[in-house]
């Protein structure tokens, strides 16, 4: 080849190079103008009022608004990550010593065709909405979310940390918020109390902010700051909101008195019951109080509590050896929960206060309370400038006596006698979280005490515990902003009480020392008291464009007890896993997201014994439609569990397989729709079927309409039913662990009625048939431990079959009738009835209960909130 040939090969390579770096640079160029990417420090300037605060009626004709300066700088977040938005968005803020207020006009080609259906207060329904956020501390992890939909509807949040997903949606304030619609938009008006925002006292006010318009007809979403979807940040990408000047951080104080009045009616009693008469009627009163402590902390009590709950539980049918939980439903409890959660187990689990006596009593005829007495309860929340969370809960219960009489011989009902089922009870529940550098990384210490009033000779002392003490420390170590995690926690657990307590403690479902196999554990019929340690340790990568992965250990040592104020379902157990996840987050032309997961977890106990080993994946996909699939499939390998013969030897878990599927319909959609189908195969004859969905519709704007059926059938081939402690094989250790094969089946339909008159006024009604049946055949006895062949009885044990049938409903007229003050009118049933025993369930078992005896529950209560400062 010619000197110049090679000289121009040369020079076209370094042409044809440096022709692909000034595309490559004017394509990325145009690429970020056609993104429209947002500067990094966005700022609004808030207008101090003197005397022209707006009259907030939603029309933005005050005269402070056209001295106001709007931001019409959006941009989208869906479905063109930093697009422009399709239709234009303006608001401003403006403040005077007492109240802020913000004005936003939403602009739309047709706003009187937009959708205005009407709902509660907190229901994010699919009309359109502005949010606005504000992080009062300016901390980058905390923030006050306030919205309103079309039709007025106020929805309100609390943001505890920078996880975009993290909302606590029973942050109440007391606020207001209106609308109206003209020929070119929708408008909103806010009024938001400085009383309601906790910030510090500083004369010049930088909170961060962040404003956000939801346009579910476009299927848009818009923000003032967007975060890319990719980031695993919220607060922390805030803009600032400046120019607030002056105010100072409200001395708050306010009552909320209540009057309730309810009556419980029942046709199922005796005529002869002197306990039971098929009605009880009873009256109350009592007062909440919120007074601020400083600017930065906020007190929380309540006086003679009304503790009732408004909507009834799901009817289960539970035959483990483990206890059901229910979730909080009661206002003093839901609100400001997150800050007592953390990285590890459930310390704190608040039903455990003021619920059900644990004490029985004996007789023809007996009656105990449904759950203890709250004699008064006080909470303590709040965050320093220093960045440190607060959060106290002390509550104190009563003794609780239960009643029981004995039939004579002419059949009437002989003295009464008393018998105390549940004693005065203490419990004290601390968390503290600091946060720490640039990434805003946290690390907790929580403390739990339960201190009970038994003495020595207490009936009661031989069932409950003395005190409980549990807490420890957790932290998340933040890395990149947040895409990076280093998590864990370290805790402890300490009980005491009479050795007859411990004694059940250490033989309990959620420890079972009296394993005859395990060489790590025994029972000590000496001991008063009883100690454990938690922990647990995980990396993960949860932010960034495709690859995700976590990886952990945790551990529950065998004495751990947590159930005195917590959760523990077992202790004696070492978890480990690892995952990865393939992410796509850019729309392309059949999907706009997806995701896939290969994850791998193991189990041992203290005794290193392998209790699982399960592989599986799954994955999610958002089609172009809007439409979502999503699937699961899991290998569960050979193990040994050491919990299916309830405190008796070790026992083969045979390998399995699970798969499930789903999918559901556009958010966004009139009538939506949920639905999923899955199933688990085992052993030859062992096999699990579930399905079911919900479809949700509205008709109108002030109605809606759900229904949720369930149904299940499970064929397992080892159920529990009892232990035989004498004649048992040698195989294991002279008693006999007797299975059958259940043949099991759940139906259930889950319906609820709304309708919403006003924002503030709404009728919910719920209902649930639930009917359940158990087939038992086919007993045998464990031939070995360390296996699961068995050695046939011949006995079918039609005895324990079972057929339950059940509706549960409940009604509830709520109205706020002033900002803050509230009246209620609730009507409960609860029908049941047992029938069939054995045979499979059909769709028309759902109703057999419905001409069955039970019980109803007629409640009013009228609150009135006062604020005294």
């Not at 455990?352 to 007495?373: C, W």
């Amino acid at each position: 080849m010619s000197s110049d040939k090679k000289e121009f090969q040369s020079h076209s390579y370094c042409y044809n190079w440096l022709f692909a770096v000034i595309f490559s640079v004017v394509f990325q160029m145009s690429y970020a103008e056609a993104q429209n990417i947002q500067p990094d420090n966005k700022e609004l300037k808030a207008l101090k009022l003197m005397q022209d605060e707006p009259d907030v009626d939603g029309k933005l004709d005050d005269a402070c608004w056209k001295r106001a300066s709007f931001t019409s700088d959006f941009l989208q977040k869906e479905p063109n990550e930093f697009g422009t938005p399709t239709v234009k968005t303006e608001a401003a803020i403006a403040y005077d010593g007492t109240y802020l207020y913000v004005a936003a006009r939403m602009y739309d080609d047709n706003p009187y065709e937009l959708r205005q259906d009407i709902d509660r207060r907190d229901n994010q329904g699919v009309a359109e909405q502005f949010i606005i956020s504000f992080d009062t501390y300016h901390d980058k992890r905390t923030a006050y979310a306030f919205g309103v939909s079309t039709s007025g509807v106020r929805m309100d949040r609390y943001h505890p940390d920078d996880n975009p997903f993290s909302r606590d949606f029973s942050y109440n304030p007391v606020w207001e918020a209106k609308t109206s619609i003209n020929d070119s938009s929708w408008t909103v008006e806010m009024k938001i109390p400085f009383s309601q925002l906790r910030f510090n006292k500083l004369d010049k006010q930088v909170w961060g902010l962040n404003i956000n318009r939801w346009i579910p007809s476009r299927n848009e979403d818009i923000f003032w700051v967007v975060i890319p979807r990719d980031d695993n940040a919220f607060v922390s990408k805030f803009g600032t909101l400046t120019e607030i000047e002056n105010i100072e951080p409200s001395k708050r104080l306010e009552l909320l008195p209540y009057a309730a009045s309810d009556g419980s009616f029942t046709g199922n009693y005796l005529n002869n019951n002197p306990f039971e008469d098929g009605s009880q009627v009873k009256g109350r009163i009592g007062a909440d109080l919120k007074m601020g402590l400083g600017p930065n902390l906020t007190l929380d009590a309540t006086f003679n509590p009304d503790f009732g709950q408004v909507e009834a539980d799901p009817a289960v049918i539970n035959l483990s050896a483990y206890e059901t939980f229910f979730d909080e439903r009661r206002p003093f409890f839901t609100e400001g929960k997150q800050l007592f959660e953390g990285v590890g187990p459930s310390y704190f689990y608040s039903r455990r206060i003021g619920g059900a006596p644990h004490g029985s009593v004996d007789g023809t005829f007996a009656s105990r309370p449904a759950n203890s007495t709250i004699l008064g309860a006080t909470k303590i929340t709040g965050r320093l400038s220093s960045g440190t969370s607060v959060a106290t809960l002390v509550a104190l219960t009563d003794e609780e006596y239960g009643e029981w009489a004995d039939t004579l011989a002419n059949g009437t009902a002989g003295n009464i006698s008393k018998e105390k089922v549940e004693p005065r009870t203490f419990y004290f529940v601390n968390k503290i979280k600091q946060e720490f550098g640039k990434n805003k990384s946290t690390i907790g210490f929580l403390l739990t005490a339960v201190r009970r009033d038994l003495s020595n000779n207490d009936p009661l002392a031989e069932i409950l515990t003395k005190s409980a003490l549990t807490g420890g420390a957790d932290w998340n170590i933040r890395f990149d902003e947040g895409n990076y995690e280093l998590l864990g926690h370290a805790g402890f657990s300490h009980i005491t009480g009479d050795s007859k307590v411990i004694i059940a403690k250490q033989t309990s479902s959620a420890h079972y020392f009296q394993r005859p196999d395990a060489d790590h554990v025994e029972v000590d019929s000496s001991r008063t008291s009883m100690s454990g340690y938690t922990g647990s340790l995980r990396f993960r990568k949860n932010g960034g464009k495709h690859w995700l992965w976590n990886m952990g250990i945790a551990l529950e040592s065998p004495g751990l007890e947590l159930n005195d104020v917590g959760i523990l379902g077992a202790a004696d157990d070492i978890d480990g896993w690892t995952g990865i996840t393939y992410r796509e987050n850019t729309p392309d032309k059949f999907y706009r997201n997806y995701n896939f997961n290969v994850n791998y977890n193991q189990g041992w106990n203290f005794g290193n014994v392998i209790q699982y080993k399960n592989l599986n994946i799954n994955g999610n996909l958002q089609w172009k439609n809007y439409w979502n699939s999503w699937f699961y499939i899991g290998r569960q390998f050979e193990s040994l569990t050491d919990n299916r013969t309830r405190g008796g030897p070790l026992m083969k878990n045979r390998s399995s397989w699970t798969f499930e599927a789903g999918g559901s319909n556009n958010y966004v959609s009139n009538t939506r729709l949920n639905f999923w189908i899955g199933g688990w195969k085992g052993d030859p004859g062992e096999s699990d079927f579930w399905m079911g969905g919900e479809v949700s519709s509205r008709i109108g704007d002030k109605i809606q309409l759900s229904l949720a059926p369930r149904f299940s059938l499970n064929d397992d081939n080892y159920q529990y039913v009892d232990v035989i402690d004498s004649a048992g094989p040698s195989e294991t250790f002279g008693k006999s662990y007797l299975f059958a094969r259940l043949e099991q089946s759940n139906i259930s339909l889950q319906i609820r009625f709304n309708y919403y008159f006003t924002p503030d006024l709404s009728l919910q009604v719920y209902g649930e048939p639930f009917a359940a049946s158990g087939k038992y055949i086919d007993e045998g006895i464990l031939a070995e431990a360390g296996n699961n062949e068995f050695i046939p009885t011949g006995n079918d044990r039609s005895d324990l079959d079972f057929g339950y049938q059940s509706f549960r409903s409940n009604l509830v007229l709520r109205w706020e009738y002033m900002p803050g003050s509230t009246a209620y009118f609730v009507w409960q049933r609860n029908l049941s009835d047992n029938k069939d025993p054995g045979r499979t369930v059909r769709p028309s078992n759902l109703f057999d209960s419905f001409g069955s005896t039970g019980t109803d529950f007629i409640g009013i209560k009228i609150s009135s909130w006062i604020s005294v400062s």
